[in-house]
DNA sequence: CGGTCGATTGATGCTACTCAAACTTAGTGG
DNA sequence: CCACTAAGTTTGAGTAGCATCAATCGACCG
């Protein structure tokens, strides 16, 4: 099996064949290197192509006039961090590197004649928009409905997920490089409180969080806090 | 021009031909009626087919273990409620009407079928399903960071907006027969809080909501509490 | 006419925000 | 090797927003 982060990703949840996998890497520029904070892509931009995240994480942000700040996804490694500007065109938002990352990007002329030709890939691309369609109602109900302490929990459960589903899990543990700052403006909260919340899972004795690594200690619980069922990330294999 | 809702919702954006439209119509079941409540797509279910809404409302559902209760979505006439199941097979939350409401079904197997004849119909249901994690996105950020009035404000604008391309909005008054409570689910918010927002809006004189019709009294300043850029929508035409 | 549903109002307390300062860590240049 | 700086984390104090509980009111309905 290949082992390119995308072909890698989409593998999980359908087969590719190897006219597939070929055509799909093919299509990929060269991969470029990201600073922290660097803007990939801009709002109010309408790219013409869309950008694969190879390695890192990578996040969208809205910022509103009182200078409130949000972050509306998370990228990982093997996601398309703006397919959805493919039918969409123009971005609503920013793309940021949350710390360094990896890109390379697909023109969408050559993303169109793939959709056009290949009906299968298209609806295996079409299933990464509505999972993140599925992960951002996830988002809203945290945000909506759950304790601070459970969407933190929540935020923690999915990232772990998706990323064991990326290859990025070592025995529960994860790099998870982002500022607190940052974890405040995914969950909705100010910095301070990310930082109190956070002060609470470590001595629940649910996580340590160190030099940029994640650890998850006490999984079965962390999930009970969360209410996390992972359904929605559609991690096992079905034919699309 | 065709006056059925789903062409009506997909010629805003994208422009269809003769043989695109009746396929699209040929596909579709007779119609039928749904009690305010009603459940119309269960969490756990893979239905096999998806539901086109013909008129009235309808809301995504997660309910959670405490009882707490989130609508992420709120679907209009002609939007499909649950399109992504197609890719997505099984339901991570249910669907149910927030009113009166008549509805459709299309088979999946003949939504792919469609997909790999007509790529670009394909496309075009695709830009429906960016379309609504677009305003999942929106709601995320109306949650993380916008107050709740602004929340409040800003979901009025979305609802007024996209009810306007369904053709359902007579001089700034549209059919809107949610309960209050409904209104909090949906923000994320309490009953009692909801109403206290709601009489803010109404003496600040921005709008009225009696009997089921809300009238929004001044766009132009609702909009600019809401920090409403109708940009996510994308409710201009441009070919996909 | 009682019953149910939804809207409204009041009182009380918790959650999370803001402001402000101290502290820690890593990086930089003398 | 040691200031010095900048970025990020941690802590404290006061406060605003919103939840919760509880009660009332109005409209509709059998």
Not at 75 to 81: E, K, M, N, P, R
Not at 173 to 189: E, N, R, S, V
Request: net charge neutral.
């Amino acid at each position: 099996m290949s082992t390119h982060p995308l072909v890698q990703k989409l593998s999980r949840r359908d087969d590719l064949n190897g006219d597939e996998i070929s055509l799909l890497k093919s299509m990929l520029s060269p991969p470029r290197r990201c600073a922290p904070r660097e803007e990939i892509v801009r709002q109010g931009e309408a790219p013409g192509f869309s950008t694969l995240l190879l390695s890192g994480l990578c996040g969208r942000v809205t910022t509103l006039a009182n200078g409130g700040r949000q972050i509306t996804q998370i990228s990982v490694a093997g996601d398309f961090l703006d397919l959805h500007s493919f039918t969409l065109k123009v971005m609503d938002h920013s793309v940021t590197a949350l710390c360094e990352a990896e890109i390379a990007t697909v023109r969408h002329d050559q993303l169109r004649r793939l959709t056009e030709s290949h009906p299968h890939l298209a609806r295996v691309l079409w299933l990464e928009t509505t999972i993140d369609a599925a992960i951002h109602r996830q988002w809203i109900v945290s945000q909506g409905r759950r304790s601070g302490l459970a969407r933190m929990a929540h935020l923690f459960c999915e990232t772990h997920q998706r990323l064991k589903a990326a290859d990025r899990v070592i025995e529960d543990d994860f790099a998870f490089p982002i500022t607190q700052a940052d974890l405040g403006d995914i969950l909705g909260i100010s910095t301070v409180h990310a930082n109190r919340l956070l002060q609470s899972l470590r001595t629940a004795g649910l996580i340590r969080w160190t030099g940029g690594i994640m650890s998850i200690l006490a999984w079965e619980r962390l999930c009970e806090l969360a209410e996390f069922d992972p359904l929605y990330l559609r991690l096992h294999k079905s034919a699309v």
